[in-house]
């Protein structure tokens, strides 16, 4: 397989790389994805490498595999976009669409911690959260390629809290990193109304590291206690459907915070029935998509 252009399309940055065949990151462009301006900014970063086999794009949102159409991106306000189909007109080289979950499972599979892994599952706990799933060595997909969407496993019915999708009492509403400021602010305005805390309702549209760096705080300890709590009851949600041996973790805000891994595999046995798998941060950091749109040229093309 020669040069690929991989691309991480994700809900707050885009990367751009240029891989070969080996898996060697050759160049890279980065910058804050514009979702209304994706499709200039997709052809700039394509344009500014050198001579490429394919294309292979990792997007975090729902997708279309047999169109390869972005679906609707909530996060990004994108919907509709034949994507593919664009970019082969343009280029006239072989372009895929995936995932950008499936697409950091896959690098797990080729490049990481999976391996030697046929179950293995990746959670990114990111602007969003999501998720990528290889069971007895198959990737996970689904009909249209989207078989994974655990940010929006539904964790409290009678929830107040909207989802970006625009549904309620969704895991993403609570714990991704878009999301989490607004829980912090429903809870300092209702259940820790009045009591003294760093935390102040100003605050509800700050970055989530922000929760995590208060210090000797009793209110945003307990806080970032529930958080833990969800997140616990997520991954017991993934190792109960999928059953796993190994969940590698990533995204912004889980390889920012080291408390948010620390939680869950404190509390995750109360919720998992399964037996339980390894789970550990990934290695591949935030090149993790990119390497992963690279295995996916080479496992769906």
């Known amino acids: 397989m020669g040069n690929i252009i991989a691309i991480d399309a994700g809900a707050t940055n885009l990367r751009i790389a240029l891989i070969d065949g080996k898996g060697k990151i050759l ?14 900014q997709l052809y700039e970063g394509i344009d500014a490498h050198d001579a490429f086999e394919g ?13 390869g159409a ?4 909530p996060n990004l306000g994108i919907q509709g976009l034949n994507l593919v189909g664009l970019l082969e007109k343009k280029y006239g080289k072989k372009a895929i669409l995936m995932n950008d979950c499936v697409a950091a ?31 007895d060595g198959k990737v996970l997909l689904g009909k249209d390629g989207n078989a994974h969407e655990v940010g929006h496993m539904v964790i409290d019915q009678d929830s107040l809290l909207r989802c970006g999708c625009g549904s309620y009492g969704h895991w993403e509403a609570y714990c991704s990193g878009k999301n989490m400021p607004r ?17 102040s309702i100003g605050r509800k549209k700050a970055p989530a590291e922000h929760l995590f760096a208060v210090k000797g705080d009793r209110v945003a300890s307990e806080i970032i206690g529930k958080i833990g709590m969800i997140n616990a009851t ?3 949600n993934i190792i109960n459907v999928y059953d796993p041996e190994l969940i590698t973790v990533g995204g912004s805000v889980a390889l920012k915070n ?8 404190r509390n995750v046995h109360k919720y998992a ?27 769906f093309g």
Do not use: Q, W
């Not at 080291?258 to 595999?265: A, G, P, S, V, Y």
């Not at 798998?277 to 080479?298: H, K, N, V």
């Open 27 to 40: 160049s890279r462009l980065s910058s804050v994805t514009d979702g209304p301006n994706l499709l200039r």
């Open 105 to 135: 499972v896959l690098a797990e599979k080729y490049y990481g911690a999976g391996k030697d892994c046929d179950n293995l599952a990746y959670v990114t706990i990111s602007t969003g959260i999501g998720c990528g799933v290889i069971i």
């Open 183 to 199: 829980y912090v602010g429903h809870l300092i305005k209702t259940e820790y109304a009045g009591e003294p805390s760093a935390l």
């Open 70 to 73: 972005i679906l609707k991106s």
């Open 55 to 67: 294309i292979a794009v990792a997007f975090a949102g729902p997708i279309s595999r047999k169109t």
């Open 273 to 299: 029935i399964n037996r339980m798998p390894e789970i550990r941060l990934t290695s591949l950091g935030d090149d993790i998509c990119l390497y992963g749109a690279a295995a996916g040229f080479r496992y």
């Open 234 to 236: 997520g991954f017991a």
């Open 258 to 265: 080291k408390r948010i891994l620390e939680d869950i595999k």
